[in-house]
């Protein structure tokens, strides 16, 4: 399965998931509270929980977020390790976001490359 949902992304390093989301994409963190807390948060990331994540990012949805804005929106998938998220990013560009994606080796390799992190604790 995992392979079958990669074979259509264009999938990206931490670094360039940050110059995207600098320049606008829109970066999704679907890692749940406890990995949150855990690890930290990446500054500027929507929080949506994976079970949730379809309905919130169809554009069609009447309980989309306000980024939802078209098929065309940027959204970078952010899980743990970068397996979720290519599950993720694969639905979501079944339901026709063309520009889904999600980050290699998610937050564990955006944390090793230094990325901008916050403290997740409460």
Same mark, same amino acid.
């Given at each position: 399965?995992?392979?079958?949902?990669?074979?259509?992304?264009?999938?990206?390093?931490?670094?360039?998931?940050?110059?995207?989301?600098?320049?606008?994409?829109?970066?999704?963190?679907?890692?749940?509270?406890?990995?949150?807390?855990?690890?930290?948060?990446?500054?500027?990331?929507?929080?949506?929980?994976?079970?949730?994540?379809?309905?919130?990012?169809?554009?069609?949805?009447?309980?989309?977020?306000?980024?939802?804005?078209?098929? !065309?929106?940027? =959204? *970078?998938?952010?899980?743990?390790?970068?397996?979720?998220?290519? &599950?993720?990013?694969? +639905?979501? %560009?079944?339901?026709?976001?063309?520009? !889904?994606?999600? =980050? *290699?080796?998610?937050?564990?390799?955006?944390?090793?490359?230094? &990325?901008?992190?916050? +403290?997740? %604790?409460?």
């Amino acid at each position: 399965m995992l392979e079958a949902a990669r074979r259509n992304l264009v999938r990206l390093t931490p670094e360039h998931a940050f110059v995207e989301q600098v320049g606008g994409a829109v970066l999704v963190d679907t890692r749940t509270l406890d990995q949150r807390r855990r690890g930290g948060e990446v500054p500027n990331a929507l929080v949506i929980d994976r079970n949730v994540l379809e309905w919130r990012l169809d554009p069609t949805s009447p309980d989309r977020i306000p980024q939802a804005t078209g098929d !065309a929106v940027r =959204v *970078i998938v952010l899980c743990a390790e970068g397996y979720s998220s290519s &599950l993720a990013a694969a +639905s979501l %560009q079944g339901l026709g976001l063309v520009n !889904a994606t999600d =980050v *290699i080796g998610g937050f564990s390799a955006w944390h090793a490359a230094g &990325l901008p992190v916050v +403290s997740g %604790q409460d």
